[in-house]
Nanobody, 121 residues
């Protein structure tokens, strides 16, 4: 069993940066891939980024490539999402997830409660 708690969301202006954190508990955390997803109001949850269990490979949705960076700290049981050059369309609730390396919701077994990111003009 893995529990995930996101933090770091907030209200920022377009062009600003924000770093989301996801704290994980559970002995098997280090063997899982981690992902970040987001869900804007009225939309389905969508893939943002994923990282392999060893941190050696990462994947991003096209709209965030070059702006967002995912990283994992096994010693701290944490995964991060560094978000730069934020845009209005990045506004959403961001969720971290734990499972196998995938850009699909179905690949993940455990989910956090989410943290709100709001980007204003």
């Amino acid at each position: 069993q893995v529990q995930l708690v996101e933090s770091g969301g907030g209200l920022v202006q377009a062009g600003d940066s924000l770093r989301l954190s996801c704290a994980a508990s559970g002995r098997t955390f280090r063997t899982y891939a981690m992902g970040w997803f987001r869900q804007a109001a009225g939309n389905e949850r969508e893939f943002v980024a994923a990282i392999t269990w060893d941190g050696r490979q990462a994947d991003y949705t096209d709209s965030v490539k070059g702006r967002f960076s995912i990283s994992k700290d096994g010693a701290k049981n944490a995964v991060y999402l560094q978000m730069n050059s934020l845009k209005l369309e990045d506004t959403a609730v961001y969720f971290c997830a734990c499972g196998r390396y995938s850009n699909s919701l179905a690949g993940y077994d455990y989910w956090g409660q989410g943290t709100q990111v709001t980007v204003s003009s």
